[in-house]
């Protein structure tokens, strides 16, 4: 029976080791991406792309707090999750307040940079995504990380298609509405991590 508890510990320490080491990993990606795209969204007058930036910050949060419950019980991921899920709302308005600002004052942003950052982005991602999704069925608290790199994805490529239609029409109007999709796609998510957690803790 001592043999069988100590192996399923091993076992549970040796999984929580495999999670550390992707999560690592994913944070150092998403930490050096978020100030990539803060800054050339920037330069670039890029909604897009600075809402995209945040969604890299809300992701190096989501993998921080992730680490440092590998290793506690349900209560500690259920808690994580629910800070992750908050986080992702807070940075949805934040998305939000800039596309209005850009609404009410319209600037083109510039294409060539949008897209050179954009599939940067989407390459980093995929890695990401990659790393995560052998994990994603572990428990909550790498389920949660696994849907914000998914949403990632869905970013990258609105972002990219944005940078498209800047081009063929000269507007900023697509743009503007990927800074909109990705605020609708936070807080969708958020409600939904939101909601597992809710059902965990009961």
């Known amino acids: 029976m001592a043999d069988k508890c100590c192996g399923d510990s091993k076992?549970?320490?040796?999984?929580?080791?495999?999670q550390a080491k992707v999560l690592w990993i994913v944070f150092a990606i998403n930490l050096v991406m978020f100030f990539l795209e803060f800054i050339y969204g920037w330069i670039a007058n890029s909604t897009a792309l600075i809402g995209d930036s945040l969604d890299m910050l809300g992701d190096v949060l989501a993998y921080g707090s992730s680490l440092i419950v590998v290793n506690k019980g349900l209560s500690s991921k259920v808690i994580a999750s629910k800070f992750?899920?908050?986080?992702?709302?807070?940075?949805?308005?934040l998305v939000l307040s800039r596309a209005i600002y850009r609404f009410i004052f319209p600037t083109i942003p510039e294409v060539e940079?949008?897209?050179?950052?954009?599939f940067t982005a989407l390459i980093a991602n995929l890695v990401c995504l990659f790393l995560l999704t052998r994990h994603k069925d572990d428990d909550i608290n790498f389920k949660s990380v696994w849907v914000c790199s998914r949403n990632d994805i869905i970013a990258n490529v609105s972002v990219l298609c944005?940078?498209?239609?800047?081009?063929?029409?000269?507007?900023?109007l697509p743009d503007l509405l990927v800074g909109f999709g990705i605020t609708f796609l936070f807080i969708k998510s958020a409600s939904g991590i939101l909601r597992e957690a809710k059902n965990l803790a009961i």
Do not use: C, E, W
């Open 11 to 18: 076992s549970i320490n040796d999984l929580a080791s495999r």
């Open 84 to 93: 992750k899920a908050y986080t992702m709302v807070v940075l949805g308005l």
């Open 113 to 118: 940079l949008m897209t050179i950052v954009g």
């Open 162 to 172: 944005a940078a498209l239609l800047v081009y063929k029409f000269h507007t900023p």
